[in-house]
């Protein structure tokens, strides 16, 4: 697959209508079924500890070098054996915490369906070693390496020959494993598995989950269920952890780390400490692989981090967990800690400094932008989810070696029930662009469409004409993906009820005809004048002194359903009606929500006019007839219910297929607000 995200569709295509309408029709019969792959994430291998290399006492055999558990105190006893029915499977499973000197070498990879359903793991996020490039000089590093595998099928040689067990002369000789195919070295770098082995033991549980262990990297099925359902992994387990590379070696960082925590103040030598610990951890190649982001948005505020310390280091147990060498801290705690980095940068360090912190910030912030809506409590079946252009976005910042993987981790972040299947896509004939696009529009996404025409409305000047374009919503040929902004979804009925087809995209909908200017030069002349202050983020009582002061007007002009359209848009919780005793005057204005409806405040204070409909308010500046699409959950809602979904098509009418369904032309997108009440959605072809 060619990563073309910097290309035009005419860059792409040579002939960009055809080329690019054969592709996504192409594209259909490589759909896959989440359904289909998610069972996957309910019955996976596990890491744990070989049964044959414990005694009847619980102890090894022999003294090997390795995670060693009576360094480690486990914390309270986790909930794997007991539930209010019947015990978890994995409960009989032997348990890392009776390694008494950590000695054995000798793991275990269960078999899918050996303990269905489990939650109780510790689910592995880290960076896969970096391949070789070019040429390989023998350091002294790598002659280690050689010898550690020498001596590593020597191991194996003897163990599965003779039943004998050599020992480990160095401590980052592979484990050896038990898996259904015989023994056979671990393919995770050791030191990772010894940190995720200290980690299960502190936290109390026996089994981990680790890519490279726990999906058959030479099973093609496999693999593709694994890269499809990924984030189910992380979503359900117990204790996702991230294991950073990043190490720790002064006090002074250190007590910093503990400061952010803490939500101390900070003397400038401390705050230059703080800067410096942040530095190192934004550093970190843990944060640029966008696999991470995946796992760190599935894990919710349950992925804690593990970060490597100096042991001789005085830490704050209380804060950073009991493992010698490690600190464990919860993303959640973390996130707090640069807020409070944030706090302090307020003109009282030097500039050079403050701009040092706020780039770390921002960097170490941005793992959890996708996810504002953070979990307060553990629940495997929750999910986050973003429109495809937002991860699109926040995934372009970050890295991965397989191109084709970005569309399973695009799809993993939307939770889409539709994927493209990632084996068909190694060709160098497909186009991440393409591919990326068509994903969301077997989903229902419309956000890709939405970016491409708020880039041409905002390069219409360069822009040129497409007359062979494959269908009128096609993206235009002289704008890439890479350059499109995104709209953050405002509304949960985000996804449309659409189908790709042939003659072009079925949609179910409503047709509104806005075509009515109601003029509002009250509302005009008495806020205009704060039009210029409406950016700032602490505005929310302005908007909503103007917006009650349209309503009335509205209700007086003789509106009064325009006037309940907007009220019910901006109530966060629930509808009210317009009629009842307490007012928008007396709501208060963190109930209300204004994203999304800026245009309202905006069309009203500076042209002084609405265009309207029945019911409906668009960001339109002539009569416009438009498409709202039927939104994801709106057959369960009770009619008549106020639907809020934000962009409509803006078509033209252009006759009926076979006499009975009509054709549109796509002319890109508007926002709007609207009533739907009793009416049916129909279904319609933009063409």
Known sequence: MQQDTGKTIGEIFAVPGLGFRQTLLSLKQHILLREEVQKWAISLRFVTVLDDAVTSTGEFEEDQEGPRSDDVEPQADSDASTTDTAPCPCSDRPSFNKLRSGRSGYLKVTERGD???????????????????????????????????????????????????????????????????????????????????????????????????????????????????????????????????????????????????????????????????????????????????????????????????????????????????????????????????????????????????????????????????????????????????????????RENTRVPDRLAILANLCNYPFRIDTEKLDSNTYSLSTCALALALFNGDISFLVGYSQALEENRKNATTDANKAFSWTPPASICLSTLGHFESVDHYHRIDCQLDNAGLLIRGWLLEIDTPVYLPNVQRKYSSLLSSLSNSEALDKYADILWYAIHELIEKGYPSLAQTIRASIMKNGITNIGEDHTLAQTPPASLSFAGYGFLVRRMMTDGILWCGEDAIYDVDCPTTVLCPKGEGMDIMPRPVFFRLPISFCIKRTGKLNGRVELLEGHGFKRGLWTIGDRNAETFIVT
């Open 115 to 397: 303990i269905p359903d489990c939650v109780h793991y510790v689910a592995v996020s880290y960076c896969w070693p970096q391949p070789p490039t070019g040429f390989w000089p023998l350091t002294l590093d790598r002659l280690l390496r050689l010898l550690n595998a020498i001596l590593s099928l020597t191991s194996l040689f003897m163990f599965c020959i003779f039943g004998k067990k050599t020992s480990q002369l160095i401590s980052n000789q592979p484990y050896i494993v038990r898996a259904t195919s015989g023994y056979r070295q671990s393919r995770a770098p050791r030191m990772i598995l010894d940190r995720a082995i200290k980690y299960a033991i502190h936290e109390g549980f026996d089994l981990i989950w680790i890519d490279q262990e726990c999906i058959e990297q030479s099973n093609q099925s496999d693999k593709e269920a694994g890269i499809q359902s990924m984030d189910l992994v992380y979503q359900r387990a117990s204790r996702p952890v991230g294991l950073l590379d990043a190490e720790i070696k002064t006090q002074a960082h250190l007590n910093a780390l503990v400061q952010l925590v803490e939500g101390k103040q900070f003397t400038p030598e401390q705050y230059e400490s703080a800067v410096e610990v942040l530095e190192l951890l934004a550093q970190d190649r843990w944060l640029t692989r966008a696999w991470v982001l995946q796992e760190v948005v599935a894990g919710g505020e349950t992925m804690e981090l593990m970060i490597r310390c100096d042991p001789a280091l005085e830490k704050e147990e209380m804060h950073f967990g009991l493992i010698p060498g490690e600190i464990i801290i919860s993303l959640l705690t973390l996130t707090a800690g640069l807020g409070w980095m944030n706090a302090c940068t307020s003109g009282n360090f030097p500039l050079a400094l403050t701009t040092r912190a706020e780039t770390a910030v921002e960097w170490l912030t941005s793992l959890t932008y996708l996810d504002s809506n953070i979990r307060s409590e553990r629940n495997p079946e929750y999910r986050f989810i973003c429109n495809g252009l937002q991860a699109f976005k926040v995934l372009s910042k």
